[in-house]
């Protein structure tokens, strides 16, 4: 597993660290540990292996992410989905660092949703980590297939592809850029889970 702490600064590169932030929380600081828990996921297993290790230093808080309010669609209960982050947000004011377990999914379905959700954790956390277990890539626009779609007259399909685009653009370079304006104030380190994907943030989305 790499980390990747993003440098303030014109022209600057992203450094690759040894999982710490730039100066490590004290022995025994108040960790907040944002997460699927009691889901039957693979996120939610790694959360409890992480705090069964990470309670051994830090006095550790879990705050667990409904995935009911979190992955609706529904207009009322998206309403419901930010509040409930809103909470958790307002509760991160008494921890000393806060670390967020991310697959996108997991904090709203639409884009919107989940940038918007994430800037706000990432706008309350005094100090935090990110740890992606997926990294999202803004692949170049295919214009020779959208044109044929196009020509077909397949416009769902085109559509599609125009969304796609724009989703995996606002989750990719959105949220890394947001992440660097955020460095410039406290502490943040990125957390991903091979060097391929700590290449894709030091060198696509710096």
């Known amino acids: 597993m790499a980390t990747l702490e993003f ?13 710490r932030l730039r100066t490590s929380p004290p022995r025994g600081a108040r960790l907040a540990l944002i997460s699927t828990y009691d889901e039957l996921c693979g996120i939610a297993a790694y959360a409890r292996a992480l705090e069964k290790q990470l309670s051994r230093d830090f006095a ?16 009322r209960v998206r309403k419901f989905a930010d509040l409930h982050i809103r909470e958790i947000c307002r509760a991160l004011s008494g921890c000393d660092v806060v670390n967020l377990q991310l697959e996108f999914g997991i904090l709203g379905r639409r ?30 626009c295919d214009r020779l ?11 769902a399909k085109a ?14 370079s959105g949220v890394a850029g947001r992440l660097r304006r955020a460095q410039r104030e406290k502490p943040v380190a990125v957390i991903v889970h091979n060097r391929r994907d700590a290449q894709q943030m030091k060198y696509v989305l710096n």
């Open 111 to 140: 884009a919107s949703d989940v940038y918007r959700r994430l800037s706000w954790i990432i706008e309350a956390a005094p100090r935090l980590s990110v740890t992606f277990h997926s990294v999202l890539r803004a692949e170049p």
């Open 60 to 75: 550790v808080t879990v705050f667990d992410l409904s995935q009911y309010l979190l992955r609706s669609v529904d207009q």
């Open 145 to 155: 297939s959208l044109a044929r779609e196009l020509l077909r007259l397949d416009f």
């Open 7 to 19: 440098e303030a600064g014109l022209a600057s590169f992203p450094r690759l660290a040894l999982n």
């Open 159 to 172: 559509a599609g592809r125009c969304a796609r685009r724009r989703r995996n653009r606002l989750l990719s």
